[in-house]
C-alpha cells in the first residue's frame, strides 16, 4: 500500500501555497531569473471587462466551484454558445490594440470549444524570458513534478563547482528556487495555461498546456488519471532559448492602477533596494508600459538617524552583534556590543549551537523623524518628500541573497514589533512610518532562515526566534539611543517657570525705574499723555498674567509633588517586593544551610546570618505603613572583614553544593581588620545581591558553554566567585569568572528596572538597590576595570567614606585618651 493523491489535491495546493498575487508573479518571475534570462517581461492584456468575461465564463461552464460548493463545474446559461458570442461580441474594447484580432477569432469559431478557447484568452497574462528554457525532457520530468529538488541539485553542483570562491559564486548568479511549487503560481492568476519554451541545439519549440479545470472535473480520481503531456511546437533557430508562459481564463480584474500599485509596493522591492541593482523586469497593461519606480537612495543622505549592526560567528570568541548608531539630528554617536552569552536575552534564550546555527547577518536602518520632515533642494517640496518617504518606509524588510523575503517590511507587517515599542516613547519614536531599512541573509550562510512553502516568512524554529530576538533588541536599543539623546538635551535646555517668573521680575524692575522718565517726557502733549496711559494699563495687564504664571506654576509644582509621590510609592512597594522575595529566599537558604550543618560553628554562622536578613527585612516593611514615620535602619559597630567574611561563607556552602562554584574570600593585607559603624543587615543585602548576581551568570555561561542537554558532572567546578576585602583602603571588590558586563552598560545597570536577564528570572532593581545602600552609608558601589575585550568581571564596593569617618573617631579617642594620661602624669 502507498498513499494515493486524489487530483483536486493539486488545486488545493495552488490556492493555500499562492496566497496573493504579488507572491504569484514573484514566484514566476524567480523562474526566469534561475533559467539565467537576462530580462523578463510581462504583459497583461484584458480586452473583455472582467465582470462580463467573468460572466461569460461561467455560462460557457470553464469556471470551477469554489470550496464549500458541490462538486463540478459552475452552471451553463440556457440558449446556445452562439447566443453568448453575440454578447462577447459587444464586450470587447475596441481600444485595445489587438481587438481585432479577437473579434476575428470570436467571428470563426466553427465549435462551442473553439470559442470557449477563444473566450479563455480574451483575457491573458505573459510573462517571457530569455533564460535556457526547458527541454521536452525537462517539462515532463522536472516542472510536471509537484516538489521537484531540481533547483536544490542546480544550486548543490554550482556550489561544488566553484568550492570557497564567494566572487565566482556571484558570477554564476544565485539560484532562488528550491521547493518546486513556483508552477503553481500560475493558478492562482489563471485557470488555464500554456508553455511555449526550447533550449539551445533543438529545432523546435516545446508545448504543454494545463487546463486547471480538468483536475476540478476529476475530482476524487487519482492525479495521475489527467493526462498533460509536451507536445513538439513550431520550428526555431538552434540559438533561440527561453519559455513564454501564457495564462488564460484569469481570475481577477486587471487595470493599469492596479498593476502600478503593484509595481511600487511589489516589483520596486523585490531586488534589494540599498544595492542599488535594478530588477530585470519590464511590465504592460493592454500596450501601455507601467513603470517600476526606482529607490530614491538620495533621500537616505537626509535621514535623521541611521542604525548599522552586524552579526558573525567567529570561532574564537563565538557570536557577536556590533552596532553603530549616529542620530545626525543631533550630532550623536554610539555603539554596543554583544559577544556570547550576552546574545542570549536578546535572542530570547537561545542556546550557543542555536547561535551559531542562525549565521551571520546584517542590519541597515535610516530613521526619519517625520514631525520636522522638511523640503529637500533637489528633492521637491514637503508633500513630495512625504510621499517619497511614505512609498519607501515600512519597517524593516528582509532580503536573501538580494531578493525580497516577503511579506517581512510589508504594509501590514510588523514582525520586529516596532510600532508596538514606539508607543512607549514620546514622538512615537521609530515606529515602521519613519523607518527605511533591510537585513540581509544568504542561503549559503543562514540555511536554517529557510521560507515557508506558502512564501509568507521564514519557517518557525528556534533559528527563526533567536534571528527576529536579535533585530528586535538592537532595534529597541536604536531607539533608547535616540530617546536617551533626546531626553539629555531637553533636559539641558528646559526653562523652568520660577527662572521665567524671576525674570520678568527683573525687567518689570528695570521698566518701573525707566517709567518715571518716560511719563515726564511724554507729557507735554495730549498724545503723549495717552501713550502713558496705554503703557501703564498694559504694564498691570503682564503683572496680572505673571500672577497668574505664578499661581499656575504653584499648582503645577503640587500636582508634579503627588504624581511624584504616588509613583515613588509604585517604585517603594516594587523595592520592597524584591528585597522581601529576596531575603525569604535568602533566608530558606540559611535555615536550609543550618539543618545541614555539620558542626555548632556553621549552625551558629547561619544563625547569626539569618538573624540580620529579618532584622533588615522587618525594618524595610515597616515603612509600608504611611502613618507611621520610616523604620530608623539601626547602626552598630562590627568589625567589617569578620562580618564580610561570615556572610560569604554562609551564601557559598548552599551554592557550592547547588552550582558547583568555587567561593574564596581574602584579606589585603592578610589579617587586616577595621571597625567601622554601619547597618550590618545592609551588608548581607549587597553582598547577597553581587553574589546572587554572579552565581546566576556563572550558571547561565556555563549552559551556554555546554550547550542544551549537557549538564556537568557533580564534581565539575563551573566557576569561581573572588571576594577581596581591603580594610584599610575600604574597599569590598566582588570578582567572578562570569561572562562580564560590557563597559557601555557601566551605569546603564544600576538604573532600576535595567535587567539583561530572561523574562521573570529578573527585575532589575537588585543593582539600584545596592547602590542606594551604598550611598546610603557614605560610599559608591561601581563597576571594576573591563578587560581586553571589553568586559568588566568586577564589581567595587566603595566604603572609603566610612572608613574615614570612623577612623577619624578613633582617633579623637585616642587623642582624648593621651590627654587624660598626661594630665594625671602630672598630677592634676
Known amino acids: 500500500m502507498s498513499f494515493r493523491v486524489n487530483a483536486r489535491t493539486i488545486l488545493h495546493l495552488g490556492s493555500e501555497l499562492i496566497s496573493s498575487d504579488g507572491v504569484a508573479f514573484y514566484e514566476l518571475i524567480k523562474n526566469s531569473l534561475d533559467a539565467r534570462s537576462p530580462e523578463v517581461r510581462i504583459e497583461v492584456v484584458q480586452r473583455i471587462g472582467f465582470h462580463t468575461y467573468d460572466v461569460l465564463l461561467r455560462r460557457l461552464g470553464e469556471r470551477r466551484r469554489t470550496e464549500g460548493q458541490p462538486d463540478g463545474l459552475s452552471e451553463k446559461a440556457s440558449g446556445s454558445w452562439k447566443d453568448i458570442r453575440r454578447l462577447a461580441l459587444d464586450a470587447i474594447d475596441t481600444d485595445v490594440s489587438n481587438a481585432e484580432e479577437l473579434i476575428e477569432q470570436f467571428n470563426q469559431a ?81 485557470d488555464a495555461m500554456e508553455v511555449f519554451t526550447g533550449v539551445q541545439g533543438e529545432k523546435s519549440w516545446n508545448n504543454l498546456e494545463i487546463d486547471w479545470n480538468d483536475f476540478a472535473n476529476a475530482a476524487d480520481e487519482d492525479i495521475g488519471s489527467i493526462a498533460v503531456e509536451p507536445e513538439k511546437g513550431g520550428r526555431k533557430d538552434e540559438t533561440d532559448t527561453g519559455t513564454l508562459i501564457r495564462i488564460t481564463a484569469l481570475t481577477s480584474d486587471w487595470s493599469q492602477t492596479k498593476l502600478e500599485e503593484m509595481a511600487t509596493e511589489h516589483f520596486s522591492k523585490l531586488v534589494d533596494p540599498f544595492a542599488r541593482k535594478k530588477l530585470p523586469l519590464t511590465i504592460s497593461f493592454n500596450g501601455s508600459d507601467v513603470e517600476i519606480p526606482e529607490f530614491a537612495s538620495f533621500i537616505l543622505q537626509h535621514a535623521h538617524g541611521v542604525f548599522l549592526a552586524e552579526y558573525r560567528v567567529d570561532g574564537r570568541l563565538g557570536p557577536r552583534l556590533h552596532a553603530e548608531m549616529n542620530y545626525r539630528l543631533r550630532k550623536r554617536k554610539g555603539s554596543f556590543d554583544f559577544r556570547g552569552i550576552d546574545l ?34 533637489g528633492i521637491g517640496d514637503l508633500g513630495t518628500v512625504r510621499r517619497l518617504l511614505a512609498m ?29 515599542h514606539a508607543f512607549s516613547t514620546s514622538g512615537f519614536k521609530l515606529n515602521r512610518g519613519q523607518v527605511v531599512g533591510r537585513a540581509n541573509i544568504t542561503k549559503e550562510d543562514n540555511p536554517y532562515l529557510s521560507d515557508q512553502t506558502n512564501r509568507e516568512g521564514l519557517t518557525d524554529g528556534p533559528e527563526k526566534q533567536a534571528f527576529v530576538g536579535m533585530l528586535s533588541s538592537s532595534m529597541e536599543h536604536f531607539r533608547q539611543f535616540v530617546v536617551d539623546v533626546d531626553d539629555e538635551l531637553q533636559r539641558a535646555e528646559r526653562i523652568y517657570a520660577d527662572d ?14 525707566l517709567l518715571p522718565r518716560l511719563i515726564k517726557a511724554l507729557a507735554k502733549t495730549a498724545e503723549g499723555r495717552r501713550l502713558t496711559k496705554q503703557v501703564k494699563e498694559s504694564l498691570a495687564t503682564l503683572r496680572e498674567a505673571a500672577e497668574m504664571v505664578e499661581v499656575a506654576s504653584q499648582a503645577q509644582e503640587q500636582e508634579r509633588e503627588r504624581v511624584m509621590h504616588l509613583a515613588s510609592i509604585g517604585l517603594l512597594i516594587e523595592v520592597l517586593a524584591h528585597e522581601l522575595y529576596r531575603a525569604t529566599a535568602g533566608g530558606l537558604r540559611t535555615i536550609r544551610s543550618a539543618r545541614s550543618g555539620k558542626d555548632r560553628r556553621s549552625v551558629s554562622v547561619s544563625l547569626r546570618v539569618l538573624e540580620a536578613q529579618l532584622r533588615t527585612l522587618q525594618k524595610r516593611l515597616r ?41 574564596t574570600t581574602s584579606v589585603v593585607p592578610p589579617k587586616g581588620q577595621r571597625v567601622i559603624t554601619a547597618v550590618k543587615g545592609m551588608f548581607v543585602q549587597v553582598i547577597e545581591n553581587l553574589l546572587s548576581n554572579s552565581v546566576y551568570w556563572i550558571v547561565e ?60 528570572e529578573g527585575r532589575g532593581l537588585g543593582l539600584y538597590i545596592a547602590r542606594q545602600i551604598a550611598e546610603y552609608h557614605g560610599g559608591t558601589l561601581k563597576l571594576g576595570e573591563a578587560n581586553k575585550h571589553g568586559y568588566i568581571n568586577s564589581l567595587v564596593w566603595d566604603l572609603a567614606r566610612l572608613i574615614r569617618g570612623t577612623a577619624r573617631l578613633s582617633a579623637d579617642f585616642e587623642r582624648a585618651g593621651a590627654d587624660v594620661r598626661r594630665l594625671c602624669g602630672a598630677g592634676v
Not at 349 to 375: C, D, H, M
Not at 392 to 416: K, M
Open 110 to 190: 466553427r465549435t462551442k470549444g473553439e470559442f470557449s478557447r477563444s473566450v479563455r484568452g480574451a483575457n491573458y497574462i505573459e510573462i517571457d524570458d530569455d533564460g535556457e528554457g526547458m527541454s521536452a525532457r525537462t517539462l515532463r520530468d522536472v516542472y510536471l513534478t509537484i516538489g521537484t529538488r531540481n533547483r536544490v541539485r542546480q544550486r548543490e553542483e554550482r556550489m561544488r563547482a566553484t568550492g570557497r570562491d564567494k566572487k565566482k559564486r556571484e558570477g554564476e548568479g544565485v539560484i532562488l528556487g528550491e521547493k518546486g511549487l513556483g508552477r503553481l503560481s500560475a493558478m492562482r492568476l489563471g
Open 344 to 377: 542570549v536575552a536578546s535572542a530570547r534564550g537561545a542556546s550557543r549551537q542555536t547561535l551559531e546555527r542562525v549565521g551571520p547577518f546584517s542590519l541597515e536602518v535610516y530613521w526619519f523623524n517625520r514631525r520636522i520632515l522638511s523640503k529637500i533642494e
Open 392 to 420: 519607501w518606509a515600512g519597517g524593516v524588510s528582509l532580503y536573501r541573497d538580494g531578493f525580497r523575503v516577503n511579506p517581512y517590511g510589508g504594509p501590514n507587517d510588523d514582525w520586529l514589533d516596532l510600532d508596538r
Open 500 to 513: 521665567a517668573i524671576d525674570r520678568f521680575r527683573q525687567e518689570d524692575d528695570r521698566i518701573e525705574a
Open 623 to 663: 515603612v509600608l505603613d504611611p502613618l507611621s514615620t520610616n523604620a530608623r535602619q539601626t547602626k552598630e559597630e562590627f568589625e567589617i572583614t569578620e562580618w564580610v567574611d561570615e556572610i560569604v561563607e554562609g551564601y557559598s556552602r548552599q551554592a557550592r553544593r547547588a552550582k558547583r562554584i568555587e567561593f
Open 701 to 760: 555561561k556555563d549552559k551556554y558553554d555546554r550547550g542544551p542537554g549537557k549538564a556537568a558532572r557533580d564534581e565539575d567546578v563551573i566557576g569561581s566567585i573572588k571576594v577581596t576585602i581591603e580594610p584599610y583602603g575600604g574597599r569590598v571588590t566582588v570578582t567572578d569568572s562570569g561572562p562580564g558586563i560590557p563597559e557601555d552598560r557601566r551605569e546603564t545597570v544600576f538604573q532600576p528596572f535595567f535587567t539583561t536577564k530572561r523574562q521573570k
